[in-house]
Structure formats: structure tokens, C-alpha cells
């Protein structure tokens, strides 16, 4: 059984940053794209970022280009979403997401059933 674990969520004021973190077993982070998605209360789960397993490639939701970056340390198999100049309209439940695949994929792939491996979620709360 694959488990993903985000940290690093909490409550930060609007203007705020805040860095996420996602680990996973050594085998599978290798193997894996990994993805950030986010749920907002009475919305659907939307991609946020997404990375390649060597990290070459990265992607963006467009609408958070420049605010959010993603990264991944292969050495310690976590994956970071660093935020910055948080919005209230921020606030969401963050998800990790794990792609694996047999050989590198440099593809971008933002739709959730592009993943078999979620996370539970880390909680982040931006207030006005």
C-alpha cells in the first residue's frame, strides 16, 4: 500500500507564505510524478502543480503561476510546494499525488485520474 504524507499546512495571514511537504516510501518516490491538488470547501479538487520524476519539468494551474513552486528532493523522497503571497481565496485542503511510471514521463498530467496515490491532505487556512 502506497502512503503519501503532506505537512506543513496551517493558518497564515493573507500576504503569507507557506511550505507543504509530501513524502512517500524511497521505491515509490523514484518511480513517481508527483502533483499537488487542492480542495476548497464546496468545491471540486483542482491541480495545482505538478512535477516529473527527475524534477526537469514542472507545471502550473495557470491562475497560480508565479505565487506557487514546486520541487522535489529525490535524496529524501519529499516533495515541497513552496506558497507565497497567499490569498484567502487560498484556503483549501492541499493533496499530494503520486503518478508512477515504468520509465520518465515528461508529460503534464493535471487530471485527477491521472493519479492512483493520494494523500490524506494538509489543511491551509488564509485569513484576511
Known amino acids: 500500500q502506497v502512503q503519501l504524507r503532506e505537512s506543513g499546512g496551517g493558518l497564515v495571514q493573507a500576504g503569507d507564505s507557506l511550505r507543504l511537504a509530501c513524502t512517500t516510501s524511497?521505491?515509490?518516490?523514484?518511480?513517481?510524478?508527483m502533483a499537488w491538488f487542492r480542495q476548497a470547501p464546496g468545491k471540486e479538487r483542482e491541480f495545482v502543480a505538478g512535477?516529473?520524476?527527475?524534477?526537469?519539468?514542472?507545471y502550473y494551474a495557470d491562475a497560480l503561476k508565479g505565487r506557487f513552486s514546486i520541487s522535489r528532493d529525490n535524496d529524501k523522497s519529499t516533495a515541497f510546494l513552496q506558497m507565497d503571497s497567499l490569498h484567502t481565496e487560498d484556503t483549501a485542503v492541499y493533496y499530494c499525488a503520486a503518478k508512477t511510471t515504468i520509465l520518465s514521463d515528461n508529460r503534464h498530467f493535471t487530471s485527477l485520474s491521472d493519479y492512483v496515490h493520494w494523500g490524506q491532505g494538509t489543511q491551509v487556512t488564509v485569513s484576511a
Open positions: 524511497r521505491y515509490t518516490f523514484g518511480r513517481a510524478n
Open positions: 512535477i516529473s520524476r527527475s524534477g526537469s519539468t514542472t
